[in-house]
Structure formats: structure tokens, C-alpha cells
């Protein structure tokens, strides 16, 4: 009953496993090019480096023009206040704008030429910021991509008087995201844009990709403070969200241990802490990347989200404490089936499974980061090979213990043969084996070594052979001999000790001094002591049989003893 009832345990907590391995996947609001945290933290470092530059350095590589006419776009370009020369430029100016804040200099990048009524009703410094929630949510906007020549990129899929910086998808189809080259009001140089085709769709796609309230509400009230590119109100809003994710999986857990106890289900202590453990932090956070709103979660957020880095020290908990349960099942077992050396075993096995389940977790953060793992370990390699080269007997040995235990040609107290000596197993270590031999001394053998010898376990014996030599004299008479062997083997046929089949006694062939005598049999025991006092009955009773048949050993100075 105990053990059903434990398989039952078992499967209870796979069940639970499997169902939120089910929604171990996010739900995503947008579909936008894969954006890693390494791409957040490059983005910062080129905008510092950009700031950091000398104010005097970009003005060197403009020309001033007239401000009475327009003047046609070369390779030297005007200056305009705001650097919107270019369409990579002009971005870059707007986007800086946008992480400032500062939406009434973020509203110069926009054209608001023809557009409808409703919306130059909504502002023209409103219509900035919203489009930056918007490209925040859903375009992720690579600056460097954008051409950096005053004419812009030539062949695309656009007017050439415009250039495509993304596409947005949405309920009434995609949306594209322009900068296009208008007259600048005041100076009349070419200058680029955000579009006005573009401007005119921000209403609809601020309608589908806005904030919801409360994220609107945070984001009004809220210092204008981000880390990675995530606001502050985002941090406490996701963090909030968590910890209501995370009462419900303490609940959910709590419950079902409360249910097991109550079906009176033997669920031991180790299996209730690792469900209101590691099991109850992954429901928490499974359920809030699956389950949460969505329509608060920026580029950044998921970029965030997709570093796992809670999920990842969840599953590593989950995994680190299921080898615990194992070693804890594993040693209980060891000890009732009288192996205490498994158990000495099982702790250095478990830490190398727990090293190497941190190790890994460790590499799949710096990929989910966005670094790549193969350069990482290319970095390592040259202290990981002298490491390597340094334990490598090291781990021959502890390869060779792991074989010795599973195999198990030998076991603890097994009587061995082994290469030219006989001795007992006393301790299989995880790097030599320790033997004592007849003589009462130890011998260590290297694991790697000992599991590559010929080994011999006389400790599997179901019964020991005995077989006298006989080697009689070479004048023995026939009749003799015959009746020697005729009462030797009723000897043996009679004797309860000795094994009925097989047992033998046959005449083998002849030598130039001796008339060798075959004997085969098997006494019925493993052991050796009962052994010794049952051949030296049997000894002596073949000694009776020799001489009351009159039969004489050879000589031994002339005898050859032949198999």
C-alpha cells in the first residue's frame, strides 16, 4: 500500500510539472524580431558614447546654407538645429527625445502637414509621445539600419522621397512606420520626417497598442526613471503582478498538500517542501508570463522576459531539489539492501549533477541574455582544458566507482581474483578500491584500472568443485585400478555433501610414469571453511581406498601432472 501510495505521489507532482511546462510559453501582444537584453545595454552604450561627443565635432562636418531658399540635398549636409539631415539622424534625435521625456522637441520630428481634424486635436507634442508608446510596444528600431545619406535609401518598396523604418501590424492591416524629406518651414533645407501618413495612424494604433489604465495611470504619476530601457512604473507593476501570481501558487500548493494529507496519502516531508518549495515559485512564475495583461509590456519587457531569469532559478531550485529527493530515495534503498558504499557514493555524484544543472542554467542565461555561450566558452577554454587535463585520472577513477556500482562485478566483502592476487573487497572510494588480501594485507587498486582487470568472484560460487589429483603408479594392475575408481565413486555418489551430477570418476589417459585418474565433483556449499573439513574427509577416505585396493601414487620425481 505504501509503495502505490508513493507512485501515486510521484505522479501527482509529474502531473503537476507537465501542466505548467504547458504554459511555460508566453503570451505575446506583438510580433517584433527577437530583442535580448545585450541589445538594451549596446543601445545605452551607443546612446552615452553619442552624447559624450563634442558638440563641435558633428558641427565640423555640416555646412551652413542660406536660409532664403531651399537647397538640393548633397554629400555635405546642412545644419538643422534638431540634425534631421538625415533619416538616420532624425531618428536617433527623436528617439533621444522620446527617453528624455522632452515630447515638445520630439514633436519637430513629426510632420503634421493635411492631417484630418481629430487628429491635430489630440496635440502635436501628445501625438509624439504617443507614437513612442507605441514604437516602445511593438518596433524595435534599429537606428543603424537607417541610411545616413541626405537622399536617403533609393531602392525600396517606398516613394523615393521616403524611407521605411518598420511596419506595425494591426486589426485594419499593417501600418508602416515612414520618415519622409519636407521643407523645413524656417530655414527651407530639405529636412526628414516622421511622415505625415504615418502621424495620421497613431490614433489607431495608439487605440491598440496603448497602455491599459493602470499602466496609464503609473505612467503619469511616476518618476521618469528606467533601468535597461524598462520605466520605473514597469518595475513595480510587473513586480506587483508577480507577487499576486505568487500568493496564488502558495495557495494552489498549499492546497494540494492538504488534500493529500486529508486522502491520507503517506506524502513524506521532502516531497511536501518540494512542492510548497521550488514547485510553488514556477507555478508562480509560469503563470505570470502566461497569464498576466499584456498590454503594459514594452520591447524591453519582454526583451527582460525573455532572459528567464526568475524562471531559470525556479526550474534550477525545481531540479536541484528533485536530485536531493533522489539521493534521499536512493540512500534508503542502499541501506536496506546492505550497501552502505552506494550510499558514500551518492554525494559526490549528486554534487557533480548539481554543478553541472547550475552550469548549465548559468549558459542558458547568457544565451537567453543574448551573449553568445560558444565565445564564453571559448574564453574558458584555456583554464577549463588545464582543468580538464589536471582531473582527468581524477575522473577516470570516479567514472570507474560509478561502474564498479552499477555493474557491480564485485561488492563489498566478495571474495576476488585479480590479476596474481586473491583478497577480499573491503571499500569501493571513488578513487581506489581497497582489497585485503589472505596475508592479511591491503592493496589499492585505481578504479580506472581495477574495472579493466579480468576480475574473478569466488563470493559467486554456488558450490565448490573438488577435484583431487590422482596421479597412480604406472605398474598399478588393471583390476586394481578398476576398483579403486568403482569405490572412489561411490564414495562420492554416497556422500551428502557432494553435488549428484556432475560427479565423475574416469580413467584419463597415461603417462610414461603414471596412470592419471580424472575426479570431478562439486561440494554443496559457499563456505570455504565447511569446505576445507569435508575434502579432508573425502581425502582421507581416498587414502583408506589406496591402500585397501593396493594401489600406489607415482613417484613423485617422475610424475607429470597434465590437465
Known amino acids: 500500500m505504501k509503495s502505490i501510495a508513493k507512485k501515486f505521489t510521484l505522479e501527482l507532482v509529474g502531473l503537476l510539472l507537465c501542466c505548467m511546462v504547458l504554459f511555460s510559453q508566453p503570451v505575446t501582444a506583438t510580433t517584433t524580431p527577437e530583442v535580448t537584453v545585450k541589445s538594451l545595454i549596446d543601445k545605452d552604450n551607443k546612446e552615452e558614447h553619442t552624447e559624450t561627443k563634442p558638440e563641435n565635432q558633428t558641427q565640423q562636418a555640416v555646412t551652413s546654407q542660406p536660409d532664403s531658399k531651399l537647397v538640393e540635398p548633397t554629400d555635405e549636409l546642412p545644419f538643422d538645429a534638431f540634425s534631421r539631415m538625415t533619416p538616420r539622424s532624425s531618428m536617433q534625435g527623436y528617439l533621444k527625445a522620446t527617453r528624455a521625456r522632452d515630447f515638445e522637441r520630439a514633436s519637430f520630428y513629426l510632420d503634421y502637414r493635411n492631417l484630418p481634424k481629430d487628429v491635430e486635436a489630440i496635440g502635436k507634442a501628445q501625438l509624439a509621445e504617443n507614437l513612442s ?249 584555456i583554464g577549463g582544458l588545464a582543468i580538464a587535463l589536471a582531473a582527468q585520472k581524477t575522473v577516470e577513477n570516479i567514472i570507474g566507482a560509478i561502474t564498479l556500482y552499477i555493474s557491480a562485478p564485485v561488492k563489498i566483502g566478495s571474495l576476488c581474483k585479480f590479476g596474481s592476487h586473491l583478497g577480499t573487497i573491503e571499500e569501493i572510494g571513488l578513487r581506489a578500491t581497497r582489497i585485503r588480501t589472505l596475508d592479511r594485507s591491503v592493496i589499492y587498486v585505481a578504479n580506472a584500472k581495477f574495472v579493466d582487470m579480468q576480475l574473478e568472484n569466488i563470493s559467486e560460487r554456488e558450490r565448490i568443485s573438488y577435484r583431487p589429483k590422482l596421479m597412480l603408479s604406472a605398474n598399478t594392475p588393471k583390476q586394481n585400478l578398476e576398483s579403486f575408481m568403482q569405490a572412489v565413486r561411490e564414495l562420492l555418489e554416497k556422500h551428502q555433501h557432494i553435488a549428484f551430477e556432475p560427479c565423475r570418476v574416469r580413467f584419463k589417459g597415461f603417462t610414461p610414469w603414471a596412470l592419471q585418474v580424472d575426479v570431478l565433483s562439486y561440494v554443496e556449499t559457499v563456505d570455504f571453511a565447511f569446505y576445507m573439513e569435508v575434502i579432508e574427509e573425502l581425502n582421507l577416505a581416498i587414502l583408506g581406498l589406496l591402500n585397501e585396493h593396493h594401489c600406489e601414487l607415482a613417484n613423485p620425481e617422475f610424475a607429470r601432472v597434465t590437465d
Open 133 to 381: 508608446v507605441v514604437l516602445d510596444r511593438t518596433l524595435w528600431v534599429d537606428v543603424d539600419s537607417l541610411s545616413n545619406k541626405p537622399k536617403g535609401k533609393q531602392k525600396e518598396s517606398v516613394p523615393s522621397y521616403r524611407d521605411l523604418v518598420g511596419e506595425i501590424t494591426t486589426s485594419q492591416g499593417k501600418v508602416q512606420i515612414l520618415l519622409q524629406i519636407v521643407p523645413d518651414e524656417k530655414t527651407g533645407n530639405r529636412i526628414w520626417k516622421i511622415s505625415n501618413a504615418t502621424v495620421s495612424q497613431i490614433p489607431l494604433l495608439t487605440k491598440e497598442y496603448g497602455y491599459n489604465r493602470v499602466g496609464e495611470w503609473l505612467y503619469k504619476r511616476l518618476p521618469d526613471v528606467e533601468f535597461l530601457g524598462v520605466m520605473l512604473w514597469q518595475w513595480i507593476y510587473f513586480a506587483f503582478t508577480f507577487l499576486l501570481f505568487l500568493v496564488v501558487a502558495v495557495i494552489l500548493t498549499r492546497i494540494v498538500t492538504f488534500v493529500l494529507a486529508h486522502l491520507k496519502v503517506p506524502v513524506e516531508k521532502d516531497v511536501v517542501r518540494f512542492i510548497n518549495g521550488p514547485v510553488c515559485l514556477l507555478l508562480a512564475v509560469l503563470m505570470s508570463r502566461s497569464l498576466s495583461d499584456q498590454s503594459n509590456v514594452t520591447i524591453a519587457v519582454l526583451a527582460l522576459f525573455h532572459g528567464a531569469t526568475v524562471l531559470l532559478i525556479a526550474w534550477a531550485w525545481v531540479c536541484l531539489r528533485a536530485v536531493d529527493i533522489a539521493k534521499h530515495r536512493l540512500s534508503n534503498r542502499f541501506i536496506m539492501q546492505d550497501k552502505p558504499q552506494g550510499v558514500f557514493l551518492l554525494r559526490p555524484v549528486s554534487n557533480v549533477l548539481k554543478t553541472s544543472i547550475v552550469i548549465i542554467v548559468l549558459f542558458m542565461w547568457f544565451e537567453n541574455l543574448g551573449f553568445n555561450a560558444t565565445t564564453l566558452l571559448a574564453g574558458l577554454g
